[in-house]
């Protein structure tokens, strides 16, 4: 059944950038309406729908400025990156530090620890020597800004994930979305949409083989990626792949950048520090691929050098937030903070993108639009904004609210395509195929055979052969297994779409990991037949975008010149993989038949290639 509704701004995703972005509109223009979608349920969905204990990176004087923040992206991302929205970003930390503390109704000094002097103490964690990590008591965060967003009159639609965004000569005009409970679909003309869909996340296959455990939120299976690509947009860094180090068997963060800034370090069972900073970039990801390859794990969260109160300090943030579960898993484990090799962490290799993480998604600019007029973009899934985390999620989600709202506010309706109703109905058509399919693949299958492929042929260390195997599976899981998909539910239904933007997001991270001809960022884009930087690749991007003919299109363009002279590479050494395999497997096996087998040879005359003897149709007497 169908919906038409109307808006000035449709959010795609209600986690802590789409939250912002609607309380943002509302404050910049009270009298447009906004929607605002989620797969999930908004008081509990995203990254952050359990609460969070630090904003990973912020700029707050007197510890810190904005320039800091641009000196950090620019050595993680090796000098790729517009420096103005770093800058940008930096600029408007304090407004965002300021509104959640009013919208979560916290005192200063309560939400958020402040020195004796009333300032924010930031912490230490990044390759740099600047502090950037804010704690934070945020276990009521997700829900304190659904709440605020609720008040604002914003119609949210709960479990309605947005399959399609729309557009009409160029620009957005409307967003496709379906209930995942009723099956009622719902076609939102818009002026403008803020695209907060977060990571592509559920991307590889967790080294646990669960198919639903993965660090991030499950909901983030790159939908954003998908529908931004399909629209028009340009992404970048789709080649700069995160990888997570986890508490081992429990999917969830390593606890490091709790306990990190608060005097842990990572070692192997000799001790050894296994790195020399407990920032999760591409440098030390290579650093634990190595210990681990070599032999040398597992790797261990130390902490037995810290005095009690540090312990309880550490134990209260890492078992009230983020993953409450995770007490009760260290518990039964008998994993006590206090002792050496307490806790062991795994390097999961499970790859995926992200821009908060790492720096892969749509290219946005310093107001958070994107190449498509009205798309605006923030959060995980913004390639325009790295390793910004949540406060760059809840800042720029803030902004690109802001910046919609003006936009949406100065320009008449936009024109919708032409033949809308024979489009909707042949979308509905093609969306709900596979419920009515008797006897078909079940999607679990599908999934799990996608992101195998993309586990096994996209992990780094990347090579061609492997990058190539990836595009050519996406495409032929597309052809092949998804015309013979089966949903059983509408819930089902919901996990087709999912897996058709893993195919996409997959096809992406491959097609840019082969542009892109030289190894960059460590671990996250290691070719071991290009295994160096490349001077001719330095500041360049690797633009993706569809094709006019609707086919990939990669481009090389050079990210703006740089205002700030910051350093702009990490310490790694990419590794000499060429293993001697001994002198008995250098021999090779002596050649000694004969080299036409005359037996098998008679055999294949008689019966042809093609076909085995139990194809064969019977002769008739
Ligand atoms: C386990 C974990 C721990 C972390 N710890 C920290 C930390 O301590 N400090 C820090 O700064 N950062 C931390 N981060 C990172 C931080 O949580 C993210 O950067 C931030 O939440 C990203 O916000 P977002 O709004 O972009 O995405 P999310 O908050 O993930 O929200 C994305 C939303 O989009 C929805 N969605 C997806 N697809 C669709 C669709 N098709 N239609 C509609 N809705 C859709 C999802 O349901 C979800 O609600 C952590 C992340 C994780 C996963």
């Not at 109905?425 to 969306?431: G, I, L, Q």
Request: with cysteine.
């Amino acid at each position: 059944m169908y919906h038409v509704k109307q808006a000035d701004i449709v959010i795609i995703g209600s986690g802590a950038a789409g939250t912002m972005s609607a309380i943002y509109a509302h404050r910049a223009d009270p009298g447009l309406k906004v929607v605002v979608l989620d797969k999930s349920k908004m008081e509990t969905s995203g990254g952050a729908g359990r609460g969070m204990d630090a904003l990973n990176t912020v700029a707050l004087p007197p510890y810190s400025q904005p320039e800091d923040v641009v000196e950090l992206m620019t050595k993680v991302t090796e000098g790729i990156l517009d420096q103005q929205v770093a800058y940008r970003f930096g600029e408007i930390c304090p407004r965002m530090v300021a509104d959640l503390e009013q919208i979560m109704e916290r005192e200063k000094g309560d939400l958020f620890p402040v020195d004796e002097n009333g300032n924010y103490r930031l912490m230490y964690l990044h390759p740099i020597d600047k502090p950037l990590l804010l704690p934070m008591d945020g276990e009521e965060m997700k829900r304190a800004l659904a709440h605020a967003v609720r008040q604002t009159g914003a119609e949210v639609m709960d479990r309605t994930p947005a399959i399609k965004i729309v557009t009409s000569g160029g620009k957005v005009c409307g967003v496709l979305a379906v209930n995942i409970r009723t099956g009622h679909y719902y076609y939102i003309k818009t002026k403008a949409v803020c695209l907060t869909t977060g990571a592509a996340g559920r991307m590889g296959l967790a080294s646990s083989g669960y198919l639903a455990g993965t660090y991030e939120f499950p909901g983030c299976s790159g939908d954003g990626y998908a529908m931004a690509y399909e629209a028009g947009a340009e992404l970048v860094n789709m080649e700069c792949f995160q990888a997570n180090t986890l508490l081992k068997d429990h999917q969830g963060p390593s606890c490091g950048y709790v306990a990190a800034p608060r005097g842990a370090y990572t070692v192997n069972p000799w001790d050894e520090r296994t790195w020399s900073h407990g920032y999760s970039s591409g440098d030390s990801k290579m650093g634990a691929w190595k210990r681990f390859t070599q032999g040398r794990g597992p790797i261990y969260l130390k902490m037995d050098h810290l005095d009690e109160q540090m312990i309880q300090i550490i134990e209260k943030i890492q078992w009230g937030n983020e993953r409450t579960s995770r007490g009760l898993f260290h518990q039964s484990r008998e994993q006590n903070y206090r002792n050496a090799h307490a806790v062991e962490l795994a390097f999961a290799e499970e790859v995926g993108v992200c821009g908060g993480h790492s720096s892969s998604g749509v290219l946005s600019d310093t107001t958070g639009v994107s190449n498509v007029p009205g798309l605006y973009v923030a959060g995980d899934v913004d390639g325009g904004l790295p390793h910004s985390y949540l406060g760059g999620a809840l800042a720029m989600g803030g902004l690109i609210g802001e910046e919609a709202a003006h936009y949406a506010s100065g320009i008449p309706e936009p024109e919708q395509r032409t033949g809308l109703k024979a489009w909707l109905r042949k979308e509905a058509a093609e969306f709900e195929a596979p419920l009515g399919r008797e006897g078909g693949l079940p999607t679990s299958l599908v999934e799990f055979k996608a992101r195998a492929r993309v586990q096994y042929y996209l992990k780094p260390p990347k090579n061609p052969v492997f990058l190539e195997k990836a595009a050519w599976w996406m495409e032929r899981i597309r052809q092949e297994d998804l015309p013979r998909i089966q949903a059983v539910s509408l819930h089902d239904l919901f996990k087709v779409q999912e897996i058709k933007s893993i195919l996409t997001v997959g096809e992406m991270m491959a097609r840019s990991s082969l542009f892109r001809e030289e190894s960059r960022w460590g671990y996250q884009h290691w070719r071991v037949d290009m295994p160096a930087k490349k001077p001719e690749w330095e500041g360049v991007w690797v633009v993706i975008k569809k094709g006019e003919g609707g086919e990939m299109t990669l481009a090389k363009r050079q990210s703006p010149a740089h205002q700030w002279e910051y350093p702009t590479s990490m310490e790694y050494a990419y590794p000499d993989l060429e293993f001697d395999t001994g002198p008995m497997f250098q021999k090779g096996p002596e050649w000694k038949n004969p080299k036409d087998d005359p037996w098998m040879k008679a055999h294949l005359d008689a019966q042809g290639m093609a076909t085995p003897r139990r194809f064969m149709a019977k002769e008739e007497n």
